[in-house]
């Protein structure tokens, strides 16, 4: 046994250094590319009087929004991206993306499920109420020239609408049984907007009848 205790320290040692290089090599290179989180395009805050008239106007069923961007002024912008984000009522978070080219564009119009659809048939998300609306402006290059975020509040046969900041409410005088409520902050100005409700400060409120509903 003694004859052969140099040759086994040997071994050992020589495995002793193996496993220090390598842990120093992982040291050296970081976090894999996996582990490692992607940085958030950034562009330059937009003058209000340059951000569209932006709306999200619910449908009589509650399960669809019509996105409504315009007077887009953006400059240099060629082409947007825009991405509804909600949560359901079971707590997933779900998206609905899109990109659409701007260029000599004034006014554009999408139609947003809530939900998901397979060879014409419908699967609608239960308990969406609250989600975010974000908007990417591009120009020729795909360069990011301008970034709004807002969020969104999906309300229906209460009287109290409020933004999700709880920094707007409008109490409305008669309760509007089956009608739709979509209170968010839309960027922009514009008088004589579609389905407007209130517009007041920053905030508006838009409704799936079109009816100007009175309240305060």
């Given at each position: 046994?003694?004859?052969?205790?140099?040759?086994?320290?040997?071994?050992?040692g020589?495995?002793?250094?193996?496993?220090?290089?390598?842990?120093?090599?992982?040291?050296?290179?970081?976090?894999?590319?996996e582990?490692?989180?992607?940085?958030?395009?950034?562009?330059?805050?937009?003058?209000?009087?340059?951000?569209p008239?932006?709306s999200?106007?619910?449908?009589?069923?509650?399960?669809?929004?019509?996105?409504r961007?315009?007077?887009m002024?953006?400059?240099?912008?060629?082409?947007?991206?825009?991405?509804?984000?909600?949560?359901?009522?079971?707590?997933?978070?779900?998206?609905?993306?899109?990109?659409?080219?701007?260029?000599?564009?004034g006014?554009?119009e999408?139609?947003?499920?809530?939900?998901?659809?397979?060879?014409?048939?419908?699967?609608?998300?239960?308990?969406?109420?609250?989600?975010?609306?974000?908007?990417?402006?591009?120009?020729?290059?795909?360069?990011?020239?301008?970034?709004?975020?807002?969020?969104?509040?999906?309300?229906?046969?209460?009287?109290?609408?409020?933004?999700?900041?709880?920094?707007f409410?409008?109490?409305?005088?008669?309760?509007?049984?089956?009608?739709?409520?979509?209170?968010?902050?839309?960027f922009?100005?514009?008088?004589?907007?579609?389905?407007?409700?209130?517009?007041?400060?920053?905030?508006?409120i838009?409704?799936s009848?079109?009816?100007?509903h009175?309240?305060k």
């Amino acid at each position: 046994m003694k004859k052969y205790l140099p040759i086994i320290l040997l071994i050992v040692g020589i495995l002793v250094l193996v496993g220090v290089v390598v842990l120093v090599k992982k040291a050296t290179q970081g976090p894999t590319t996996e582990n490692t989180p992607v940085e958030e395009e950034t562009a330059p805050e937009l003058a209000k009087e340059l951000r569209p008239f932006t709306s999200l106007i619910p449908k009589s069923d509650g399960h669809w929004l019509k996105l409504r961007v315009e007077d887009m002024k953006v400059p240099n912008a060629v082409s947007l991206d825009y991405e509804l984000l909600y949560k359901t009522g079971d707590g997933r978070t779900q998206g609905v993306p899109g990109t659409v080219a701007i260029k000599g564009v004034g006014l554009i119009e999408r139609d947003l499920l809530l939900g998901s659809e397979s060879s014409g048939k419908f699967r609608y998300d239960q308990g969406v109420e609250k989600g975010t609306l974000t908007l990417r402006f591009r120009n020729d290059k795909g360069k990011l020239v301008a970034k709004l975020v807002t969020d969104w509040h999906l309300q229906s046969d209460g009287p109290e609408l409020t933004s999700v900041d709880g920094k707007f409410t409008y109490t409305l005088n008669k309760t509007a049984t089956g009608v739709w409520f979509v209170t968010m902050m839309p960027f922009g100005t514009k008088q004589g907007a579609s389905n407007v409700v209130v517009a007041s400060g920053d905030y508006a409120i838009f409704s799936s009848d079109g009816l100007a509903h009175s309240g305060k």
